[in-house]
């Protein structure tokens, strides 16, 4: 049974579904439904509710990863969405333990999910060429109390990647197609690795360069999302959707010979 | 780096791509490839090939946990497809040293991927009335020993669910309607849940008698995935793919009162 | 080779793509890029273009049957959208010389596109019960000379349906399922029918009161309409799209007795 | 109200949904439901039904434009489908009247649409280098008695196209890109042309050379086109569905200098 502590990222949520957010310290929070004390909330269950200045009801929970993903994070750069994050740990088999390798840090999104997990004895090494996005990202992790399973590595792909015998890879940079080699030649025999583009003309670009190189199990897909209208009578799609997020590549490296 | 050991779950894949999932004991294993000694491969490292009889090879690697789900574990029922799996555990906000309430073993898919993400410190409650499908899943878990993280409950929904404070809960069995109020009573506040369902008929029914619970948060959606040809001078998503597997909803609980 | 003359609707189109339709007359008309005298087009072939006072240019054409529903078609109700009438109008075979019925007359977007495909010795029947839309779809017609095709009927389903032997008919109104046996029985044998429905619900009720008809052939599908964006180089599907207009149900009369 | 004559093209249905197409004449039919004499159906209403020799019953109807392409035409290559076709009609303004130009007959499905559409003051100019292709769709559209509208010719697109000013345009065939041009010079101003293609490479190449043509109003669009079960209690989506067919890209003509 969780109890909200200091310093955890929560989510307050008002009677009509508006979210909120914020980290939780001793200190006045204010809302379009009025002003409360987050204090309060420490040593509380989640779940429970807090009543604003001007008597309004607002609930507090713990967000999950995909509220985390798609509204905490700020959006500096484009993130991962979870439909594809969540298929892409399955897919790349990302367990506890893991040793994994991300090429381009970007928000960070996918860095807090493999940093969740890779568990305690796993390590994410992202790499990330911004400074700033670096950092950004670096102060995500800690947000949630990761920093001990990440390494923030600034610099750029293409000055090469000293680690070695990762378990898997994520690629999510411009041309990944110039650094995939890198990246394969960093991989356990076995591993998989993932590369995440948003127009076919890169992934056309990505399935060239493997032609070449010692991968095999290669895959390339799309994920789309709809949702429904929450009226068990009048049961329908909503009217808008998301056309496109990303294109997925996927494969595995294999020893040359094969 | 991973050492393949007595026991593992490994894929073997010819050259033209065909897969077999086999466990890794001292004992030939019959393709129509030819034939070869699994037990030359206990020691090795993943990612290598082997020889068979006939002189073909085939490399051999751990597989992904898309791949167990998809292609290893028996379809005695309807699986849970990776797609629909792995968003819910970033909806669900599986992390480790969650309590996860599951009612419907049935494959025990699901239950194999929350017992790898809710880790060693985590706990899986599964509920399954039909003892053969119970005790089938208990025996694809041990394949993969995480049997210490999953409790088996052979029993009928209807006879109530003993345990509380859950942190989590998917139901995935028929007339998940009838029994969605047991299973939030048995959430902590705040927990999330989901409802996997083939029909829409079955989500009204659902969302129904969401209206008379103390949840929140409600989403239906369903995910569609299309694979593409792999060819970069002729890019093309396949020509058929799979129309349909599931709605998925989801949902929190709240303390009555909110 | 098609000559502009008074009264045809055509599309004026300025370079950036914004899009006006417009009645021509021997008037000024005002834009955002400046006022031109659509007089001056009566005569033109379309494909030329025009200078505004202001100087810029304005392109102009004859509008396709999809622009004229999607952007002519006052919205005073829901519209059917392209993707979903193009099909149905191959899907109920409809071609010249056929007599159509129409139930909810609507915007009469649909009634233009029968009026249009049945021909000159073709007929639509339209059934509405509200006045205003019965006149409003009227006027619409009579803006593309195709009066003479058409047949409004102001009056309740309820009614009943006075005129037989239709070769196909359509419906798209509240609770198609409480007037389906009407429509059916003014079918010719083997003519087809079409239900236009936005919600699950409706598309269970229809298929239920199919099972006491004299139908068969019965088909619900959606259609999903996905846009790229116009760069070669970086090739990708638009961020947004619509996620939903409508199920589609389809069926043919067949006589009693089979 | 219909009867049906020689030569007539229907469609015969089993009680359990088999269909076969067959052209109306004097002779015996063979199914595995039994024989019928077709000749008894000559002059009948279609919606009846008729007794096979072994006392099954066979309804007879016409076949609408949807079922003649999937089901009727012979697929000798790639036919377009239903939901593509249906909404280039629209699309691309195919009324009665037009000229239209279709390069690439290939199966004549699109021809023969195109020949409905266009009606008795219309024509459709058809070019095909493949003269036995040429020849079937050209008897296919004799068994719909629609020689009249239809002109075939048989000569490689590179030969260029004498005839000018057309309505409307299609492009069906391998490398569109590189007769684009050829296609558009002979469009009347503000017609709009069609290209079908199944890959992305294709898409972006097309899309290159537009940049250089007098076009506008470029569109690339595709059509998911999803079937649900005929279940009103357990609605579903089939498991399986066409994942893909074409991409469509549309344009419209314009004066150079604009």
Chains 1, 2, 3, 4 share one sequence.
Not at 72 to 95: C, E, V, W
Not at 149 to 162: A, E, L, T, Y
Request: glycine share 8%.
């Amino acid at each position: 049974m969780k109890i909200l502590k200091q310093g955890d990222i929560i989510c307050l949520v008002s009677e009509e579904g508006k979210k909120w957010f914020v980290k939780l310290e001793s200190k006045n929070f204010s809302t379009h439904k009025g002003i409360v004390n987050l204090g309060e909330i420490i040593g509380k269950r989640p779940g429970g509710f807090i009543l604003t200045n001007t008597n309004n009801r607002l609930s507090y929970f713990l967000p999950s990863l995909e509220e985390i993903i798609l509204h905490y994070i700020k959006r500096s750069t484009q993130i991962i969405y979870p439909k594809d994050a969540g298929y892409l740990m399955l897919k790349l088999g990302i367990t506890q333990g893991m040793r994994v390798l991300e090429v381009g840090t970007g928000s960070g999104a996918m860095t807090l999910l493999l940093a969740y997990y890779v568990g305690d004895n796993g390590r994410v090494f992202t790499i990330e060429e911004r400074k700033e996005f670096s950092k950004k990202a670096e102060n995500l992790i800690k947000d949630f109390g990761l920093e001990n399973r990440v390494c923030f590595i600034v610099k750029s792909i293409q000055d090469g990647i000293n680690e070695k015998d990762f378990d898997a890879a994520i690629l999510d940079l411009k041309e990944p197609e110039k650094y995939l080699e890198t990246v394969v030649n960093c991989l356990s025999s076995g591993a998989s690795f993932g590369v995440v583009v948003p127009t076919t003309n890169q992934v056309s670009a990505v399935l060239s360069v493997c032609e070449n190189l010692p991968v095999f199990n290669l895959e390339v897909c799309e994920i789309l999302f709809r949702k429904y209208k929450i009226n068990p009578d009048r049961l329908r799609p909503n009217d808008v959707m998301v056309g496109h997020t990303a294109y997925i590549i996927t494969g595995r490296k294999i020893e040359r010979g094969m």
